[in-house]
């Protein structure tokens, strides 16, 4: 909170400043757009895939702050290694996941001894350039096992990203010619932390409390955002804001695609689960890593760059099943353990939420009381998604209904498509 003149209190909600001071903005400015795009014309040219093109959009918005563009290798061994980077001034932000754009030999070889590239996006276009860059050896098996803390195959990111890219790294101060869009009916829910920052000043927010979630939200997790919003008033904060930030750049094939998602969360607002007056509903643009306490940390590091003070976490953050074997692929208690200790998550308070399942007593969603457990149905994200896909309906008071409907309305689509194209084989 800051004093204005004539004595008249301004409310600020960025009452948490970004990593490194101040927030990183890596877009050119228009004015030098024509002749940065002519240089870049001239310079050897890097091909972006789609998720690279995710972690350009990423950096340039200053999600990443204080990172000024992909990796050099002393930084993505930091980020790799003690999963934070050291600032000038010896202090440490957090930095868990290794930014980093691969290229391969034959890419390596046409860049030679050039000092800058240019970064062309998966339709040819020119995206942006890479100054003062360093080449160095990606060792796949070392951040694979780094990263997820082990090798298994089908592991989803790996399979679509690793995997198939190259064996060096390239690293440099990225500029970005204009501000990415994807055209796909959802831009405008893609706030930049800027952005963010200023629609909680505008809202006059003395609290912003992010929810990071890639699933429809059910009755439980309002439950828990609302109960968060409770929490925050008796700690004293007269504006508490949500800021509902599902995960909008690369994710699993079985998980609900954005669109649906994004559709769904508009029907929990309007049937008045969560308050639009308290709540932003904004798209995290970061691919999916399924990296569990690894990748929570940048969940959460990315939120303190747009300006939000509490994180709300819970079961098995960004966690997913083991891919050859019957269980959980980490612990699923360790996410919250490590985000109250992570170095450079000091600053950010951090919101362990109790568990809450469906309790086919009252017929609602409620915080699990372990003294009558047998009250208590757990309604896991593949529970649901087979509710959706046969048409069964969940109990009542599981979701909205209009929520629902979406859910619904997307699975049959699917099992449509599939029976359209089993009939293509067949008559083919």
Known sequence: MSSANKGCVVVKSSLIDPDGGSLVDLVVKKSERDLKARDAESMPKVSLTRIDLEWVHVLSEGWASPLRGFMREDEYLQSLHFNCLRMKDGSLVNMSLPIVLAIDDEAKERIGASNDVALAGPDGDLVGILRSIEIYKHN?????????????????????????????????????????????????????????RKEFDKRQ??????????????????????????????????????????????????????DVRMEQHSKVLEDGVLDPETTIVAIFPSPMHYAGPTEVQWHAKARINAGANFYIVGRD??????????????????????????????????????????????????????????????????????????????????????????????YESLQTEEATQNAAVLSS
Request: proline share 8%; aromatic share 10%; glycine share 10%.
């Open 140 to 196: 796949k098996e070392e951040r694979i096992a780094r990263t997820w803390g082990t090798t298994a195959p089908g592991l989803p990111y790996v399979e679509e990203v690793i995997t198939p890219a190259g064996n060096w790294l390239i690293g440099g101060d990225l500029e970005v010619l204009k501000h990415i869009k994807y055209n796909d009916g959802l831009d405008n829910y893609r706030l930049s932390p800027q952005q963010l």
């Open 205 to 258: 927010a003395d609290a912003v409390f992010a929810f990071q979630l890639r699933n429809p939200v059910h009755n439980g997790h309002a439950l828990l955002m609302n109960d968060t919003r409770r929490r925050l008033l008796e700690m004293g904060y007269k504006n508490p804001i949500l800021l509902l930030h599902p995960l909008g750049g690369f994710t699993k094939v079985d998980d609900v695609p954005l």
């Open 317 to 410: 953050p960004a966690g997913m099943g083991h891919p050859t074997e019957k269980r959980d692929l980490y612990d699923p208690d360790h996410g919250k353990k490590v985000l109250s200790m992570a170095p450079g998550l000091e600053k950010l308070n951090i919101l362990p939420f109790r568990v809450a399942a469906y309790d086919i007593v009252g017929k609602k969603m409620a915080f699990f009381d372990p003294s009558r457990a047998k009250d208590f149905l757990f309604i896991s994200g593949t529970k649901m998604r087979t509710y959706a896909r046969t048409g069964e309906d969940p109990p009542d008071g599981f979701m909205c209904p209009g929520g629902w409907e979406v859910l619904v309305k997307y």
